[in-house]
Antibody, heavy 120, light 110 residues
Framework: EVYLAESGGRQVQPGGSLRLSCAAS????????IHWVRQPPGKGLEWISR????????DYAASVRGRFTMSRDNTKNFAYLQMYALRPDDTAVYYC?????????????WGQGTLVTVSS | QSALTQPASVSGSPGQSIAISCTGT?????????VSWHQQHPGKAPKLLIS???NRPSGVSDRFSGSKSGNTASLTITGLQAEDEADYYC??????????FGGGTRLTVL
């Protein structure tokens, strides 16, 4: 069974850093692009980043470009989101998801999400 | 990249049909056949309903269908059921090689 699980979310002060992890199992991880999508409390979904199958290519939403870095380790079946210079408006549930079609938004499997709270 | 435009809310009675629109530009919906729809119940992760404008993944009810005309995509739900009450999100691939979501639509089954 396909399974994605995020971890690493916690409360952090503005300006701080945090690394989220996404553990994958039940499928050939290296065959799929992986994405991060976030959802602020009570608000809608926002796509924020993705990494290609081999990890050589990444793209980011304008709201996080230059502050967030996404990577993956296909030997461990993990994807990561390194977040720097965190701001209160980064507060959200962060989901990792895999896409059916390379870089598009057809996310057929999602994790359960991990909550990041940016507050002093 | 601006978010795609969806109505904030729609409603319908059990058994009825409803449609949710999703409007973008020629740089996203109008330029690519990579429109997806997801359903999200409160406190749950989203679930993929439609990919590539009109494709239903295995296991998704055929009461859900998708279409596109120009810069606007639509999700139609027929034979409304109580369990369809949820938030619905469209998204599209963009010319910036990103993905952009709509703001979401809350469906209420009366």
């Amino acid at each position: 069974e396909v399974y994605l699980a995020e971890s690493g979310g916690r409360q952090v002060q503005p300006g701080g850093s945090l690394r989220l992890s996404c553990a994958a199992s039940g499928f050939t991880f290296s065959n799929y692009w992986i994405h991060w999508v976030r959802q602020p409390p009570g608000k809608g979904l926002e796509w924020i980043s993705r990494v290609t199958t081999e990890g050589r290519g990444t793209d980011y939403a304008a709201s996080v470009r230059g502050r967030f870095t996404m990577s993956r380790d296909n030997t461990k079946n993990f994807a990561y989101l390194q977040m720097y210079a965190l701001r209160p408006d980064d507060t959200a549930v962060y989901y990792c998801a895999r896409s059916l079609t390379s870089g598009s938004g057809d996310f057929d499997y999602w994790g359960q999400g991990t909550l990041v709270t940016v507050s002093s | 990249q601006s978010a795609l435009t969806q109505p904030a809310s729609v409603s319908g009675s059990p058994g009825q049909s409803i449609a949710i629109s999703c409007t973008g530009t020629s740089n996203d919906i109008g330029g690519y056949d990579y429109v997806s729809w997801h359903q999200q119940h409160p406190g749950k992760a989203p679930k993929l309903l439609i990919s590539r404008v009109s494709n239903r993944p295995s296991g998704v009810s055929d009461r859900f269908s998708g279409s596109k005309s120009g810069n606007t995509a639509s999700l139609t739900i027929t034979g409304l059921q109580a369990e369809d009450e949820a938030d619905y999100y469209c998204n599209s691939f963009t010319s910036s090689h990103n993905v952009v979501f709509g703001g979401g639509t809350r469906l209420t089954v009366l």
